[in-house]
C-alpha cells in the first residue's frame, strides 16, 4: 500500500476522508501489468475532482505509483484521492490531497449466474455527488446489508422515486425484445466505465440501445438481465421473483467484455 507515494499502512486521524467522506475513488481491473480502462477511470477522476474541488494528482505520477504494485496476472487495483488535511468543520481548506492506492487479488467467482436483491433502501435524487465515485458509500453498506439478509449476491437500487438506477456495485443491464437498455443516470448513480465500454462495443455491433426511465416492473419483462463494473459482467438469474434468460444476452457484449479482461 502507497499513502503519499511512501509504503504506509496508516492515514492521519484528521485527513478529511476519514472525517467526511471528502474524496474519491477508483476500482481498476490490471491484466497482465496492463489496465485496460485506465483512460476512462482517470477522466472519471477528474472530473470527480473537478465537481469537489479537490486538486487532481498527476495521472503520470498515479500511473507509476500503480505499476509498482502490480505484481501479479491478475489484481484490482484501488486509487482513493482525499481533500487531505486542514480546513475548518465542513468548511475545506487548501492544503495537499491525500493519495492512496493499493492491490487486492482478483475475485474468485463463478461463472453461474446471480439471484440479485430488489432493495428497500433508495438512493437519494439530485445530488450534486450525482455520477461520481465519491468516498460516500453508506447508501452502498445499507444496501449491502439488505442484499446479505436476503441471501443474494447483489442488490438492484431505485431512486427515491422509484426507479430503477443500478446495482450495489455496478450498473444494471437489460434485454427486452432483442432491444438494450440501462436506466438513465442524470439524477443519481455511478456511470460505470465498464457501463461507457458496454454501449460502445454495442453502438459498433449495431445493436440497438437505449436509456431509460423505468420502474423495476419494466424487469418482469425483460429475456435477461445482466450487470457490469470495472471487473466484468455477472449474469443475473432472478430478481424479485422474475427468472432471466442467460443467453439473451447478446454475444458481442460478452466477448468483448472477455476479450477486454482476457477471460476465456
Not at 445530488?127 to 449491502?144: D, F, T, Y
Not at 431505485?158 to 427486452?176: I, P, Q
Request: proline share 3%; with cysteine; aromatic share 6%.
Amino acid at each position: 500500500m502507497l499513502v503519499n507515494g511512501r509504503n504506509s499502512d496508516t492515514l492521519p486521524v484528521l485527513d478529511r476522508g476519514l472525517l467526511y467522506g471528502d474524496g474519491l475513488f477508483e476500482t481498476i481491473a490490471c491484466i497482465d501489468g496492463q489496465m485496460p480502462l485506465w483512460e476512462r477511470h482517470m477522466a472519471r477522476l477528474s472530473r470527480g475532482c473537478h465537481r469537489l474541488g479537490i486538486r487532481m494528482p498527476s495521472q503520470e505520477l498515479l500511473a507509476s505509483e500503480a505499476a509498482s504494485l502490480v505484481t501479479a496476472r491478475r489484481q484490482v487495483l484501488k486509487i482513493l484521492v482525499t481533500r487531505g488535511e486542514g480546513g475548518h468543520g465542513y468548511f475545506p481548506g487548501d492544503g495537499e490531497t491525500t493519495r492512496i492506492l493499493y492491490t487486492r487479488s482478483w475475485p474468485q467467482r463463478g461463472d453461474d449466474a446471480i439471484r440479485a436483491h430488489l432493495c428497500r433502501t433508495r438512493l437519494a435524487k439530485g445530488s450534486p455527488l450525482a455520477g461520481i465515485k465519491s468516498l460516500n458509500r453508506l447508501e452502498q453498506v445499507l444496501a449491502a446489508r439488505e442484499t446479505q439478509a436476503a441471501g443474494c449476491t447483489e442488490a438492484i437500487l431505485c431512486d427515491a422515486d422509484g426507479f430503477l438506477v443500478e446495482g450495489r456495485m455496478s450498473n444494471l443491464f437489460w434485454v427486452s425484445r432483442s432491444r438494450l437498455f440501462t436506466p438513465t443516470l442524470e439524477y443519481c448513480g455511478v456511470a460505470g466505465v465498464m457501463r461507457d465500454y458496454v454501449l460502445e462495443v454495442a453502438g459498433k455491433a449495431g445493436i440497438d440501445f437505449e436509456t431509460v426511465t423505468c420502474t423495476p416492473e419494466t424487469l418482469a419483462q425483460a429475456e435477461s438481465v445482466f450487470l457490469t463494473n470495472a471487473l466484468g459482467l455477472r449474469l443475473v438469474s432472478e430478481c424479485n421473483g422474475n427468472k432471466y434468460d442467460s443467453d439473451a444476452v447478446p454475444f458481442e457484449i460478452t466477448a468483448a467484455i472477455n476479450g477486454l479482461l482476457k477471460q476465456a
